[in-house]
């Protein structure tokens, strides 16, 4: 008996080897594998650099006026990402702001999987195109939801600009008999200029005069006896260091007098009281007749938005002319005149110079900037820059106010009167009318008994939606992204008493600032509904699916919905509310094993060499709350190991307190072997937290002293049912 029991003794110890099994069950295994290696004892006594977030892309460069279409990006590679986020804000030029955008300004552009990437800007560049005058800010950010890294923080942010053509081309007209001089206005970065010219008013058919350097902004074109009074048309490109070329400038009309032409038309002007917002479709002009007969005159035009000549009439006898053609409220037109006289004799037409001055009109025109504010009390500001004009002839201007309820309405109800032209400290007239007057307004300009056109239309953005709620780990019907979080939903319903035409769904990594944009269209508050965007006519909630492919395990994010008005126009955001997806079966594994990995490593009899070191009993508390307790000990002819935790946490939500416990941990993993090393797992862990959820041990094998088989079982709450999945899961 004595020699039996002692052989159970030992046959019994020999199962305790399995304890080191249980440590490597839940702690990372270093493979030892045999052939050549390149690695060294400092590989093996340095461990590996652990990324949890990337790092900041760094030598950040947006390349500006680089293209006449395209801006450049590029970067350094960050060690860890798969990918990078692009992000792009947009400001105009015409725009009163002068800070940089704020975080909420910037939407993803794209996702690129290499260091550089370029922003077409434009399809098809005009030389009329807006982008022109806007100033593109980029941030990129470094990701890898792969492996559930934290994205970067974005770059600081680079300015660029598209590489704009000359400007204010002019060529002169009649100045000298033996040459034309061109001159524009550079080109930023700008290192050279082309000049062209050709016969044709349209630029067609153009040739090469001469390449300037970057530095010179005009041309003198030689004219010889054969060419004098020949009407050429000029036009230039700007060159960068690229050795790209920005589009051609509009052709500029100019040429070189012929001896005995008639002196220039002198003392061109308004006709008093017709030119200068007196009408909304007409400007007169008049200059003083020339002394020689049969002379008759050309009239040209440019304006405040096209520095290209534009002839108006062939041939005019009188010395008046009534411009009606295409006339634009807002813009400001110049004038030249040019008397001319027909010769037979040589079969040229002998042009004067240009008439001298700058004689400016402009019809009467509507405010170009207006804004609608509904005040707390519910009435409605209506508020405006004021036309344009000297500061003296806007002193005589007053306004109206029309309203409508429909955005495609006639607006023919005045709601506000005879509005003086007195400015705030922002240079804006005001008005207040009731909140019930209209859902959309106009502004009219009114000089003496002309009225202008009505301006665009305005509307106040609608009040705050009332969010609902951001889903928290709640099982979705659709897929996981790559790093294994579902979709978030988000609930709202409109604010009381309005109802905005459009909604924006926002969301941020932080609180209170940050937001972006999520849905790629605007949500329409009477659809298109689809799977990711609904609207229950019962309660009234719209509902919207964040299909979030950057969302991370273990990070919360912030929506929040802003209300449109039909100009898709918001100031109002609602609340906040904080939402974040559930797990996959596998992620969810992953997360929990971070914790009970760590509750493990805490623990010396398990990891200690001898087999009868490892009986015992001891218990070690979490950084942050409970305990778990481990008891070892002989069981018949094998061994049971309990491992208890109670109220066990280790880490908080990304590592902010305020955030609260990441897991927290009750329950058993406990484990039984025979003599030869088999056996079974089994206990049940709760866990509490950002997942809630269960994870079930009942169903791994033990097989020569390590897990070998079997599946874990997973319960999340939220929704979902128990899952099995593979043990090999719990060994990552």
Not at 110 to 131: F, M, R
Not at 719 to 724: A, M, N, V
């Amino acid at each position: 008996m004595r020699h039996f029991g002692r052989a159970v003794t030992v046959l019994a110890i020999s199962a305790l080897f399995l304890l080191d099994s249980c440590a490597d069950m839940f702690q990372s295994r270093i493979p030892m594998t045999g052939g050549k290696t390149s690695g060294s004892l400092g590989d093996l006594l340095t461990p590996p650099e652990i990324i949890t977030k990337l790092d900041t892309p760094a030598q950040f460069y947006a390349a500006s006026y680089y293209s006449a279409s395209e801006i450049r990006l590029a970067w350094e590679a960050v060690q860890g990402a798969s990918s990078y986020i692009i992000e792009r804000a947009t400001v105009n030029s015409a725009q009163t702001r002068t800070e940089e955008p704020g975080d909420e300004d910037y939407e993803t552009l794209e996702q690129v999987y290499a260091v550089s990437y370029t922003d077409t800007v434009l399809k098809n560049a005009s030389l009329d195109a807006p982008e022109y005058q806007n100033t593109y800010y980029y941030r990129v950010k470094a990701c890898n939801p792969v492996k559930n890294y934290d994205a970067s923080e974005p770059t600081q942010p680079q300015a660029a600009m598209l590489f704009p053509s000359p400007g204010n081309v002019r060529a002169s007209g009649g100045t000298s008999t033996d040459w034309i001089d061109i001159t524009w206005e550079p080109s930023a970065a700008a290192i050279s200029y082309e000049v062209w010219r050709s016969e044709n008013a349209d630029g067609a058919s153009a040739s090469l005069l001469q390449t300037v350097t970057g530095n010179q902004t005009w041309y003198r074109n030689r004219i010889s006896e054969s060419q004098q009074g020949k009407d050429f048309y000029y036009m230039v490109t700007a060159v960068n260091s690229a050795r790209n070329k920005s589009l051609r400038t509009k052709p500029a009309y100019g040429y070189a007098r012929v001896f005995g032409a008639p002196e220039s038309p002198a003392n061109v002007r308004i006709e008093t009281g017709a030119g200068r917002g007196n009408s909304t479709n007409e400007i007169k002009i008049r200059w003083d007749a020339a002394l020689e007969t049969d002379t008759y005159y050309a009239v040209y035009r440019s304006s405040s938005v096209d520095a290209s000549l534009t002839r108006l009439t062939e041939k005019t006898d009188e010395a008046a002319w009534t411009d009606k053609q295409n006339l634009k409220p807002g813009v400001y037109y110049y004038y030249v005149v040019q008397a001319i006289i027909d010769d037979i004799a040589s079969g040229k037409a002998l042009k004067s110079e240009f008439s001298s001055g700058v004689i400016e009109g402009f019809i009467l025109s509507p405010p170009d900037t207006v804004v609608a504010e509904k005040k707390p009390d519910g009435t409605i500001i209506i508020k405006w820059l004021p036309s344009i004009g000297s500061e003296g002839e806007r002193s005589l201007y007053t306004y109206k106010v029309y309203a409508d309820n429909s955005l495609n309405g006639t607006f023919e109800a005045l709601v506000s009167n005879e509005i003086p032209a007195d400015t705030d400290a922002q240079g804006y007239i005001a008005s207040e009318v009731p909140g019930d007057a209209g859902a959309f307004f106009k502004v009219s300009a009114v000089n003496g008994v002309a009225e202008s056109a009505k301006s665009v239309t305005v509307s106040p953005a609608p009040d705050a939606a009332l969010i609902q709620s951001a889903s928290q780990h709640k099982f979705v019907p659709a897929a996981a992204n790559a790093g294994g979080v579902y979709p978030v939903i988000i609930t709202w319903k409109k604010p009381e008493g309005e109802t905005p035409a459009f909604y924006h769904v926002q969301r941020s990594t932080r609180t209170g600032g940050g937001f972006s944009r999520v849905n790629e269209t605007v949500l329409g508050a009477n659809g298109p509904f689809s799977e990711i965007y609904s609207w229950d006519a019962q309660t009234g909630i719209f509902t919207y699916i964040d299909r979030n492919d950057t969302a991370k395990a273990g990070r919360k994010y912030y929506y929040r919905v802003l209300s449109l008005n039909q100009l898709e126009q918001g100031n109002f955001p609602s609340e906040e509310r904080i939402g974040w997806g559930a797990l996959t079966n596998n992620q969810y594994m992953i997360e929990y094993n971070k914790t009970m990995k760590a509750a493990l490593k805490k623990l010396t009899l398990m990891h200690k060499p001898g087999s009868t070191d490892k009986l015992g009993s001891e218990t070690k508390k979490g950084a942050i709350s409970g305990s778990i307790a481990y008891n070892a000990a002989i069981s018949g002819l094998g061994a049971k190991i309990t491992i208890r935790l109670e109220n066990y946490a280790e880490h908080y939500i990304e590592n902010d307190q305020d955030k609260g416990v990441y897991f927290t941990l009750t329950g058993n993993s406990n484990t039984t072997a025979s003599m030869d090393q088999s056996g079974s797992m089994n206990g049940t862990m709760r866990c509490e937290g950002m997942y809630p959820g269960y994870v079930y041990y009942d169903g791994i094998t033990i097989r020569g002293g390590a897990a070998a088989g079997g599946t874990y079982g997973i319960h999340p709450d939220g929704g979902f049912q128990r899952t099995e999945i593979p043990w090999t899961v719990g060994e990552q």
